[in-house]
């Protein structure tokens, strides 16, 4: 329930519901789950992703999203809850004028 659909590195699912929006990377440690084409971006690839207020996080690439996403490259954060997308929106984590830079490609 709430599987990604990408399994992690060592073969296992990560649920949102029962796992969380994090995943701990062996390289990494705790980094946000994001979901993106599969064409552009494989499993495991890490982002570095930076708001414009010049604060940055990084991410994972651990969920695929839809190929017929008009956008030329589009991310999506994960959120545990639809509820919680709403509320912690307000976190400046979302947007169009973050920047993305790609840390390490796949596992």
């Known amino acids: 329930e709430g599987y990604?659909?990408?399994?992690?590195?060592?073969?296992?699912?990560?649920?949102?519901?029962?796992?969380?929006?994090?995943?701990?990377?062996?390289?990494?440690?705790?980094?946000?789950?994001?979901?993106a084409r599969s064409s552009q971006f494989?499993?495991?690839t890490i982002v570095k992703i930076t708001k414009p207020d010049g604060t940055s996080f990084v991410g994972i690439v651990l969920d695929k999203m839809s190929e017929q996403t008009k956008a030329d490259i589009i991310m999506d954060l994960a959120y545990s809850s639809q509820i919680d997308k709403t509320i912690l929106g307000a976190d400046g984590l979302t947007g169009s004028n973050m920047t993305f830079e790609v840390q390490r490609w796949g596992w």
């Open 4 to 35: 990604l659909s990408y399994r992690t590195k060592n073969g296992s699912r990560h649920s949102l519901k029962y796992n969380g929006i994090y995943y701990t990377d062996e390289e990494y440690g705790s980094v946000r789950i994001l979901a």
């Open 42 to 44: 494989q499993a495991g």
